[in-house]
């Protein structure tokens, strides 16, 4: 049986961390889906739990801090591996209105790194995690072809925008040709 006393403990815990941490009075987004089952069940509702500490929570319990549009985009970039599109972040539009910026611009304050070009919607960064994650999940030590490249989904358009030649591309990856890859013998004088 849970003990729900020592769970709710946790929660309170929880609640003064953030407000004391973040400087703001904690919203429903900051727990979890158990926590807020403990909140609702003890409480009632959020917002009664709230008030039980003498706080006010801002704009109702639908309000999103700006620290948590940063977090959530910050993850979303560690899962997928490359600064993500607008598109693939749900919040996207109420970001951009809340931070007074476009998409870049909000990548940049959440401190991702990401390189784009006038003549691309796809990031440096995209470009180079997918065709390493390509050759990686392929088992080979090589750079596949054009066609195939294209055919997996890789941007290859996007290659000759932010590298001069195949060879910048490959040496910037640090992954070889398949030709190349054929001259990477271990030389047994080393």
């Known amino acids: 049986m849970v003990n729900r006393t020592k769970d709710l403990a946790a929660v309170i815990e929880k609640y003064n961390r953030i407000k004391k941490e973040k400087g703001r ?8 889906q158990e926590e807020k089952s403990l909140i609702k069940l003890r409480y009632g509702s959020f917002l ?18 700006d620290d ?7 993850e979303l970039y560690q899962h997928l ?9 749900k919040r996207a539009t109420s ?4 931070f007074n910026t476009d998409w870049k611009g909000l990548l940049k ?4 790194p990401a390189t784009f070009s006038p003549r ?19 088992g080979s030590n090589y750079l596949p072809s054009w066609n195939q490249l294209k055919k997996e989904g890789i941007p290859v358009s996007s290659i000759y925008v932010y590298w001069d030649s195949m060879s910048d591309f ?8 398949k030709l190349d890859s054929q001259f990477l013998v271990d030389d047994p004088a080393d």
């Open 25 to 32: 009075v904690p919203v429903v987004l900051d727990f979890s």
């Open 48 to 65: 009664q739990f709230c008030t039980s500490f003498g706080d006010k929570a801002p704009h109702g319990n639908v309000w999103i801090p």
């Open 68 to 74: 948590i549009f940063i977090t959530e985009i910050q």
């Open 81 to 89: 591996g490359y600064p993500p599109h607008s598109a693939q972040y």
């Open 95 to 98: 970001a951009i209105r809340r």
């Open 109 to 112: 304050i959440a401190g991702i």
């Open 120 to 138: 691309s919607n796809v990031s440096k960064e995209e470009v180079a995690y997918k065709t390493k994650e390509l050759v990686h999940k392929s």
């Open 170 to 177: 490959k040496q910037d990856i640090r992954v070889p040709a």
